[in-house]
């Protein structure tokens, strides 16, 4: 599909050296006339958006700043659920407010701008990758400490007032599984685990919970981590009003455990501790079996999100030998949910 | 028709070019893609060898299952499956239906990602 959308992504495919100069208009005006842009380096991973790596120069200090931009400063197609950088900068300032460990937001720029919709951060010193902070020795300290430190800040975020937020879409547990029966049938790709998963979510929906500001992708690669546990919540772009439970169940689904399946939450620690300390933290008292049918919604949930991120190479959106590889990725969440599903059955 | 190279041949090849020497000389983005590049060159040598007889259990389960004809095609007895699933005729305590998702889901794994951790728990004895 040779979309008008794909050749404007093109057209506006931002390199090292324009992505500096139109930093520097911004940075100019911030930090004062001597203010230069020192290394500007786009980071392998992200998929959604782009990432860069830049520091200010000024008055000889230096200062670590992070750009989060649209693909080439074109805003995200329909088919994502992203909320839009200029709402994602806003949330993580709300985040600060109420403690939870996020960056500081330095400018937000709109699709006007020379570079596009974009927001610029400070960077946060730690570790993203989830096979290190599970693995290295770096973090033998932090490992232990993460479960309670994830469950006070969801508790942080849950927290917010949702009268002080902008407006943003809602969505509980049985209007996502509406919304991702209706994606995977329309790809008309048949999968009898997703039919099953889909058949007994529907049959066994839980009451919802009080509403809350859902993060929507708190789980490992979006945790900043450093020695010390958790240093810097990011990746805001899915957040949502929705059930607690959500964010909850999402960082311990296997897919974000990276192979150390035994710990529940992240990889890196028991489900009790998380929970022990979210409510703590002035968090609603859940039990771990209240998180079991949010954790197959979320396998489910990565599974179709692996075949619509297939779908942008099939429907020749995204050329990419990544999102060729992901369609074949999809069986993962299969195993996991087959997993789940043998787990509840044995205890029915 | 030659053989020599083989397609295992060639494919073992490129997936060592990138491995051996293209990786070495990327960074970033490039670096990361090359990595996935090599990877799916894996899947394509597993799903060489895996494939034929995969499918044909498959097939035979799933005939067995449906209470089908042995011999008819998998991409309907799958359709017919899932429709199943979904007018509620089957369901998670249906006999044998699990149990056969589990069995097609390993072999399908076993392709795409043989190292991915809820292959190994699903051929695990539970506690």
């Known amino acids: ?348 | 028709m030659h053989d020599a190279p083989s397609t295992k041949e060639l494919i073992e090849a490129v997936k060592r070019f990138i491995d051996e020497t293209a990786s070495k000389q990327l960074t970033g983005h490039a670096a990361f893609h090359a990595r996935v590049a090599s990877n799916v060159l894996g899947t394509v040598m597993r799903e060489l060898e895996q494939r034929p007889g995969a499918e044909s259990a498959e097939a035979a389960s799933l005939a067995t299952l449906l209470g089908a004809d042995a011999g008819a095609d998998t991409d309907s007895l799958n359709r017919d499956l899932c429709a199943r699933i979904r007018s509620g005729a089957m369901t998670l305590s249906t006999p044998g239906l699990l149990e056969h998702l589990k069995t097609t889901t390993i072999a399908q794994l076993s392709i795409d990602q043989p190292n991915y951790s809820g292959l190994a728990r699903a051929v695990t004895p539970r506690r």
């Open chain 1, 1 to 348: 599909m040779a979309s008008p959308f794909f050749l404007v992504i093109v057209a506006k495919m931002g390199s090292p050296d324009q992505i500096t100069s139109a930093l520097k208009a911004w940075a100019t005006a911030k930090f004062g006339g001597d203010a230069d842009i020192v290394g500007a380096k786009r980071l392998s991973g992200g998929a959604s958006q782009e990432t860069w790596a830049f520091d200010v120069v000024s008055g000889g200090a230096a200062t670590p700043c992070i750009l989060r931009r649209a693909p080439g400063g074109t805003p995200v197609p329909a088919t994502s659920h992203a909320i839009g950088l200029p709402m994602e900068a806003k949330l993580i300032s709300a985040a600060a407010e109420a403690g939870v460990p996020v960056p500081a937001v330095l400018g937000v720029m709109g699709s006007d701008s020379a570079i596009g919709d974009a927001y610029i951060m400070s960077r946060i010193a730690g570790e993203t990758l989830g096979r290190k902070i599970l693995r290295d020795e770096e973090f033998a300290a932090a490992r232990p400490r993460l479960s309670a430190q994830c469950g006070k800040a969801l508790a942080g975020i849950h927290s917010i007032p949702l009268g002080s937020l902008p407006d943003l879409p809602a969505n509980d547990g049985v209007s996502q599984l509406d919304r991702y029966d209706e994606i995977y049938r329309s790809f008309d790709l048949p999968r009898p685990v997703f039919e099953l998963a889909l058949a007994w979510l529907r049959d066994t929906a839980p009451e919802p919970a009080q509403q809350v500001l859902v993060h929507g992708d708190f789980r490992l690669g979006n945790l900043m981590v450093d020695a010390e546990g958790l240093a810097s919540v990011l990746d805001w772009e899915l957040a949502h009003i929705g059930d607690p439970r959500e964010d909850i169940a999402w960082l311990c689904v296997n897919s974000w455990r990276f192979g150390h399946s035994e710990n529940r939450v992240g990889g890196f620690g028991p489900l009790d501790e998380l929970l022990d300390a979210y409510a703590a933290a002035g968090g609603q008292r859940f039990r771990e079996q209240d998180i079991d049918w949010w954790e197959i919604m979320g396998s489910l949930k990565w599974g179709i999100m692996c075949m619509i991120m297939y779908r942008a190479y099939s429907s020749g959106a995204d050329p990419s030998v990544e999102r060729a590889a992901i369609g074949r990725r999809v069986s993962e969440t299969e195993i996991d949910l087959v997993n789940l599903l043998e787990g509840v059955r044995a205890r029915a």
